[in-house]
């Protein structure tokens, strides 16, 4: 598979194969030897209603990191990643992408940074694998809109969440 590396240690965007016939298509967004440490303890799903939904920006504190690796299955998203990681030469930084069900790919999210989207459509879903364990008590949310991140979202927020509104400002502090 092609991988496409952000500048931020750890993230990586990685376009799928897709093999069509008359039945219609079989997309692969993981293989092996590759992603053979792949040692995914939960999977899930988000599906969103209303374009401009926002969710985010999640990450667990350590040491209860998860590393999370997701794709669009339906709709798309503007994907949001900040490098919360204290000791990283990217600390505070942020990158995006766009991610579409029509163009498959698969995003890996390190431990250590934030993650969010927006969606950019109406009834939008995300895929998740994730390693580690989820541990509410480490569960830490970044403000979605915090100046000093200055994130720019595409969409005015059509729905959030309670505990997103209320987010830590940055710098995160534990």
Request: hydrophobic content about 40%.
């Amino acid at each position: 598979m092609k991988r496409q590396w952000s500048e931020i240690e750890g993230v990586a965007h990685r376009v799928g194969r897709i093999h069509a016939d008359d039945r219609g298509s079989f997309t692969k967004y993981l293989e092996t030897p590759a992603d053979a440490q792949l040692a995914v303890t939960q999977v899930g799903s988000a599906h969103n209603t209303r374009a401009g939904a926002l969710r985010g920006l999640h990450f667990q504190e350590q040491p209860h990191g998860e590393t999370k690796r997701l794709w669009v299955s339906a709709g798309a998203i503007l994907d949001v990643l900040v490098d919360v990681r204290a000791t990283s030469p990217t600390y505070g930084d942020w990158t995006s992408v766009e991610l579409r069900a029509e163009e498959p790919a698969l995003l890996t999210v390190p431990e250590g940074v934030a993650h969010g989207y927006q969606t950019l459509v109406d009834d939008t879903t995300v895929v998740y694998l994730i390693t580690g364990e989820y541990v509410p008590a480490a569960a830490r949310t970044l403000l979605w809109r915090d100046a000093a991140v200055g994130i720019a979202w595409p969409l005015q927020v059509s729905s959030i969440s309670d505990s997103d509104v209320t987010g830590q400002p940055w710098p995160i502090t534990f």
